[in-house]
């Protein structure tokens, strides 16, 4: 098992600033991958950036590509988002996932959810 603290959430206005934080412990795995989520009420969770373990590569949702950066400490098992320029649509329940490869399919461990809310 893997358990997940987030950090960071919080109540920001239109152009701000946050960093959310993501911490790991419990069991070990060497094949995996961190990423971060969001869910506004009313819709789907959506993926917002992942981070791969093995090379640090990256990807991003459209909508916050260049407003956002995903990165991660090995030492501390610890993911980050940094977000900035902060949009009123920004605002959802924010997740960090934990997704751990097997040889074909893939465990997701998650936190707790952390709220980030941006005022117009």
């Known amino acids: 098992q893997v358990q997940l603290v987030e950090s960071g959430g919080g109540l920001v206005q239109a152009g701000g600033s946050l960093r959310l934080s993501c911490a790991a412990s419990g069991r070990t795995f060497s094949n995996y991958a961190w990423g971060w989520y969001r869910q506004a009420p009313g819709k789907e969770r959506d993926m917002v950036a992942t981070i791969t373990t093995a090379d640090g590569s990256t990807n991003y949702a459209d909508s916050v590509q260049g407003r956002f950066t995903i990165s991660r400490d090995h030492d501390k098992d610890t993911v980050y988002l940094q977000m900035n320029s902060l949009k009123p649509e920004d605002t959802a329940v924010y997740y960090c996932?934990?997704?751990?490869?097997?040889?074909?399919?893939?465990?997701?461990?998650w936190g707790q959810g952390t709220q980030v809310t941006v005022s117009s």
């Open positions: 996932n934990y997704r751990v490869w097997g040889t074909i399919e893939y465990h997701d461990y």
